[in-house]
T-cell receptor, first 116, second 115 residues
Framework: NAGVTQTPKFQVLKTGQSMTLQCAQD?????MSWYRQDPGMGLRLIHY???????DQGEVPNGYNVSRSTTEDFPLRLLSAAPSQTSVYFC???????????????FGAGSRLTVL | AQTVTQSQPEMSVQEAETVTLSCTYD???????LFWYKQPPSRQMILVIR??????QNATENRFSVNFQKAAKSFSLKISDSQLGDAAMYFC????????????FGQGTRLTINP
């Protein structure tokens, strides 16, 4: 059981380049989300999805695009990378809707992105 | 909007001793969930313990327990018999009972275990 798989684990980009962070889960979770982690700020929600074809913005969505064409995958796209997007990115998933309210997010291992 | 504050950027404890990490939060909601996550150097986010706000009893998981004070909006984590493997960043997180599963995280506390 792979859980939540993120690729790549590390990436270096130049300002203005585009790239996609991949996230896949094999737990049949309807809910998927992306967070970014910056020093001294904890994790902040970028975008989330409650099912295929449904996405919504989180706390810090600017500069990022998402789509959800399948239940398993939730890619995060940076169309024109900026140094401010240097961060560690986490994908997380869970069942939806939460049946007992205590559904817990399963996190991927993270992707470290550096924008020069 | 909800906020979560961890006022201790760093803590240290001797192996086998007890340490308490602090967390306060701000919300106008009555039903919500609180979590403590551990992040070791591997970066993996690991759930340590969770608390439902409607439960008065404090959650316990082996050596980990919480002191949940709803009126004071305080949610501290106590680690007993600290072990070297407990060394990590610890994040407190809040989640509303309504809407999507949006976690609001605190800034984190780096815990060092001294042998």
């Amino acid at each position: 059981n792979a859980g939540v798989t993120q690729t790549p684990k590390f990436q270096v980009l130049k300002t203005g380049q585009s790239m996609t962070l991949q996230c896949a889960q094999d737990m049949n979770h309807e809910y998927m989300s992306w967070y970014r982690q910056d020093p001294g700020m904890g994790l902040r929600l970028i975008h989330y999805s409650v099912g295929a074809g449904i996405t919504d913005q989180g706390e810090v969505p600017n500069g990022y695009n998402v789509s959800r064409s399948t239940t398993e995958d939730f890619p995060l796209r940076l169309l024109s990378a900026a140094p401010s997007q240097t961060s560690v990115y986490f994908c997380a998933s869970s069942y939806w809707p939460p049946s007992s309210g205590a559904n817990v997010l399963t996190f991927g291992a993270g992707s470290r992105l550096t924008v020069l | 909007a909800q906020t979560v504050t961890q006022s201790q950027p760093e803590m240290s404890v001797q192996e086998a001793e007890t340490v308490t990490l602090s967390c306060t939060y701000d919300t106008s909601e009555s039903d919500y969930y609180l979590f403590w996550y551990k992040q070791p150097p591997s970066r993996q986010m690991i759930l340590v313990i969770r608390q439902e706000a409607y439960k008065q009893q404090n959650a316990t998981e082996n050596r980990f327990s919480v002191n949940f004070q709803k009126a004071a909006k305080s949610f501290s984590l106590k680690i007993s018999d600290s072990q070297l493997g407990d060394a990590a960043m610890y994040f407190c997180a809040y989640r509303s009972d309504q809407g999507a599963q949006k976690l609001v995280f605190g800034q984190g506390t780096r815990l060092t275990i001294n042998p």
